[in-house]
């Protein structure tokens, strides 16, 4: 007969395994199902990957950041370790190189979870996979077969691409710290931009982040947003290495990477580029405008000092709508990812148009008994952060334990 658990948590991240903790602490007997091991979306990221979020910001319940250096930024390998310690700190009922085919409702209540171990019954399923499985490659139908294309998660380090210069289309934070790695690497690098937001790397002697929690940045709820589409813009741009510094497009252009407009595809021989890098480039400048005025706002509720707030620098637009790609051997795509929930729940009314859960906190709205964390903008700004997912955790938990009550 097929195991039978009140809940049964998909994912081994920093969202199944916080949910897994308040669980544990409701006295919900579940299960937290892998596909591979504990972490593995961090696993899979490049070598050099550290956090873009000071270690002090790792606040999972039960089990926060437990190292020395709380002003770092953890690097790859030092994350996954960490969530291996929590998952044993927190007895963390995880199965791993568990492989989730689909999740099917049962006529009168609860769940088949189909795995490839055999079917699970459950009243509750948590879904914890993370917001984006779908990477995006604009244009890329257009790119001659013989030049190599690869996403973010199929990068490693500079030594493992060809010879020649580096196209990466997208310039989120992947995309800015990989055309600054790269570019260190002695690469020639072209960005393909698009819009996104920018924060320097400290004001006033303080970290970003905390300006960013301080003024409730973070916490900005999803019906805050001007419309649903918000949520696909990019993380705000900056870096961990060196032990945290600015990165963006003002730095990039000062590096010698080569800053072009979006990408518009491969077209007799040269890669074709839109009008439009001024623009993008004051997008973000607005984006941290309006950031400074939640910091001047804080500082006057409090009565403090105004801190120094660095101005944007000067830029001068360079781009060209064209450039010639025959000495090109890489295209990198760090354009983002789009939710692919739907290969995993069938149930398509279940989700909007853009693929993210319909819910109501965690809880979803069509199908009794499905619940979402680590979603972006699922609740707040924080909501699939290390600072913010465990308040999820909680909330989806308790609503869990209630149903069992």
Not at 250 to 278: I, Y
Not at 340 to 360: R, T
């Amino acid at each position: 007969m097929a195991e039978r658990f009140d809940a049964v948590l998909i994912g081994g991240g920093q969202a199944g395994l916080a949910t897994s903790c308040e669980l544990t602490r409701a006295g919900v007997g579940h299960v937290v199902l892998e596909r591979a091991r504990i972490g593995q979306t961090w696993r899979d990221l490049w070598e050099s990957f550290c956090l873009v979020t000071p270690n002090w910001s790792v606040q999972l319940p039960g089990h926060p950041y437990d190292g020395d250096d709380p002003d770092g930024y953890m690097p790859r390998d030092d994350i996954v370790a960490y969530l291996e310690r929590y998952a044993s700190a927190t007895h963390t009922p995880i199965r791993e190189g568990i492989d989730v085919a689909a999740i099917d409702p049962m006529e009168g209540g609860g769940f088949v979870v189909h795995t490839s171990e055999g079917e699970l019954r459950t009243d509750s399923v948590v879904v914890a996979t993370g917001t984006y499985g779908s990477p995006l490659r604009p244009h890329a139908h257009t790119l001659p077969p013989d030049l190599l294309q690869l996403d973010v998660r199929g990068y490693r380090d500079p030594s493992t691409l060809p010879d020649g210069a580096v196209l990466i289309v997208g310039s989120g934070q992947s995309g800015c710290q990989l055309a600054e790695e790269l570019r260190m690497s002695g690469r020639e690098v072209t960005l393909a931009c698009g819009r996104a937001p920018w924060n320097p790397r400290r004001i006033g002697g303080r970290d970003a982040i905390w300006w960013a929690a301080e003024t409730g940045f973070l916490d900005a709820r999803f019906d805050e947003l001007p419309d649903p589409e918000a949520r696909l813009w990019a993380n705000v741009v900056t870096t961990g290495h060196g032990g945290g510094r600015d990165l963006h497009l003002r730095t990039l252009d000062a590096m010698g990477v080569s800053l072009q407009g979006r990408f518009l595809g491969w077209d007799g021989g040269r890669f074709r580029f839109a009008d439009d890098l001024t623009a993008s480039l004051a997008w973000g400048d607005e984006r941290y405008a309006m950031f400074c005025g939640l910091i001047r706002k804080l500082e006057d509720e409090r009565g403090w000092d105004p801190v120094d707030i660095p101005e944007p620098g000067p830029f001068l637009d360079r781009s060209t709508d064209a450039t010639d790609a025959s000495g090109f051997g890489t295209v990198l795509f760090a354009g983002g990812f789009r939710p692919n929930y739907g290969s995993l729940v069938p149930i398509p009314e279940a989700f909007d148009d853009l693929g993210f859960p319909l819910h109501e906190e965690g809880q979803s709205t069509v199908v009794p008994g499905l619940f979402f964390v680590g979603v972006h903008f699922l609740r707040k700004r924080k909501s699939s952060i290390f600072l913010g997912v465990g308040e999820d955790a909680a909330i989806v938990a308790e609503q869990v334990a209630a149903r069992g009550s």
